[in-house]
């Protein structure tokens, strides 16, 4: 292997980036799809103010991302419904607006590890939570596959079809925000998003079907953690910028894969 | 064939932003029945779907037979051709295997390969045959179909018309689609609702289809959309 000091905490670290791997690349796959794809990088964002609020209060910096993020959601979504304006429109108010004031807010010494994660470090209690949610955002998720799929491609053929779009919608977005609280250890708040999306965007240059699509995608989240993780600890690099480029190789050679 | 009432609509006002999409429309549907929905372009034809299926806020009362299962067919999905989902895949959502196998019949595609075919691959002919079979496998009682407007490939057997009044015939089905040629409602349709934000004629479609209802509906270049093909 390529890990050459594999202890404990290498262990935790190792968990945590193939979990929240698989799980960014699963829902990425639907993201990409759903042409949401700026929507998972920008909310990232948002979890930064939560997450220095949650350093000046001493919590874990994990709730208080999910709480930031939990709101914008839900305010996002029902501004949806309302007006019908489109959802990365909505999110890129909420993004600037959260950065700025995270930025202001975090204290300097955490400020690099939220803006770009730090899987070299990660406590058993973050670790066990990224397993436990990253779970339910995959089971959650598949459970949900049909409705999204179908509302994806016409909203009114999932209504005519009985799906509950709102409420489809709305648990999408929370499994997103929930992903990408979990993805603030891992690659940080500014490239939480990358992790989405990128390794949606390689599996879909080589898929045809949605079934090989998404295990790709997911596939590709967990190899990019990993190995990104790896080569940063061998290169003593930070992780979180090295499994996005990971990540941006696959996608370029997905490229040579692409079908017409 | 049974005369009861599948549809009945009364007073029905749909308001977009302030503006008035439809206003005033009354009309019901026996069981059983082909009722076709003519009319310009931004006429209201859609948005009546959409309030059918209650897929848009209105006033007035929209009732249907109770119990009543409604089958969709969309005039277009939202789907880009290299969207990784195969028919197969899609059918899958409303049932298994077999369902499909005896949809594909029924909507007369009888080329098991084309399961395995993107659903953006699709061509517009092959892509309404899986639209009908997606809305045929949730066994409704009324199938609403909303015409393309062009772009369909009339090649093949048998023309998405006859497959509907196939569909009609033997399984009983009640039909509403909107269409935009008037061929069709001649030959396809029992009854005919034409449709310019108002209601501007409804019946048999050689009582109601006359030259002053056209003219209300087309204004005077009635009779350049009345062209007549060869079917």
Partial sequence: ?260 | MKESVILEVKDLYVNFRGESVLSNISFSLKKGYALAIVGPNGAGKSTLFRALLGLVPYRGTISWEKGVKIGYVPQKLAVERDLPLSVHEFLGFRGRDPEIAEAFNAVGIHDDSLRDRQLGALSGGELQRVLVAFAIMGNPDVLLFDEPVAGIDLGGEETIYNLLLRLHKEKGLTIVLISHDLDVVYRYADEVLCLNKKLVCFGRPEEALTSESLKKLYGDSALFHHTHKQI
């Fill in chain 1, 1 to 260: 292997m390529i890990f050459p000091f594999l202890d404990t905490t290498m262990l935790l670290g190792i968990t945590t980036s193939v979990f929240v791997g698989v799980a960014a690349g699963y829902l990425g796959s639907f993201m990409v799809l759903r042409r949401m794809a700026l929507v998972g990088d920008a909310l990232s964002h948002v979890a930064l103010p939560g997450i220095a609020l949650a350093l000046l209060f001493n919590v874990n910096p994990f709730l208080g991302a999910f709480f930031f993020l939990f709101i914008a959601v839900v305010a996002i979504w029902a501004i949806e419904e309302k007006t019908n304006l489109p959802t990365e429109a909505l999110v890129g108010v909420f993004f600037t607006f959260s950065l700025a004031i995270g930025v202001l807010l975090t204290p300097e010494p955490e400020l690099l590890e939220a803006l770009f994660g730090d899987v070299s470090d990660v406590a058993f209690f973050d670790a066990l939570l990224a397993v436990v949610f990253s779970l339910l955002i995959l089971s959650t998720a598949f459970w949900l596959e049909k409705d999204l799929l179908i509302s994806t491609i016409s909203r009114d053929l999932a209504e005519s079809a009985k799906v509950k779009v709102k409420r489809s919608n709305l648990l999408f977005l929370l499994l997103v925000a929930l992903v990408v609280a979990l993805g603030v250890k891992v690659v940080g708040t500014l490239l939480m998003g990358a992790l989405v999306i990128l390794p949606a965007v390689a599996a879909r240059n080589m898929a045809l079907r949605f079934r090989g699509f998404s295990l790709l995608s997911a596939a590709f989240g967990a190899l990019s953690a990993v190995l990104g993780g790896g080569i940063a600890a061998v290169y003593n690099l930070p992780p979180g910028p090295i499994i996005v480029l990971v990540a941006a190789a696959f996608f370029f050679v997905s490229l040579a894969f692409r079908r017409a």
